[in-house]
């Protein structure tokens, strides 16, 4: 098992920073280059979640914890932002909180889609948390079936 830990400010360019980070965290499980955009691509969409939708216009702190065990990689992204009033809203495809700005409101439907699991704990004005995890190899493959 190997744990890390980043901790950033919810500032967009870290949006690159982090989802480069879980990638080469990932190596050691021997992704294809297929999972690994899997991975980057859902860690983008949490995190920009957390900058548009949690801070907004304040700044505050971004979390991504990631552990690797077995040929799992499990990953939590957090903030203390606004948090999410209506969850089962929220990860409605096309809904999105910020309809005059160009939103798909597709973030959460591409995480679900790219990861092995995924789900959303949150707290309206305590913050919200992210967990998804991607198996790699073999699991992989039974995943998929």
Known sequence: MNKMTL?????????VFARNVVAA????LNPTLSE???VKTAVSEAV????????GTE???IKVECEIEG??????????????????????PFFTTLPGEERSGMGFTIMQTFMSSFSVRS???E???????KHFGARADEDAR
């Open 123 to 125: 707290k309206k004005g």
């Open 7 to 15: 901790s950033f400010l919810s500032k967009s360019e870290n949006e």
């Open 59 to 61: 700044e505050g702190w």
């Open 71 to 92: 040929d799992a990689l499990h990953i939590t992204v957090s903030d203390s932002g606004k948090g999410i009033e209506d969850i089962e809203q929220a990860l409605t």
């Open 25 to 28: 965290f990932a190596l050691p």
């Open 48 to 55: 920009t979640n957390a900058i548009v939708h949690g801070y």
């Open 127 to 133: 913050g919200t948390e992210v967990f998804m995890s």
């Open 36 to 38: 690994l955009s899997d």
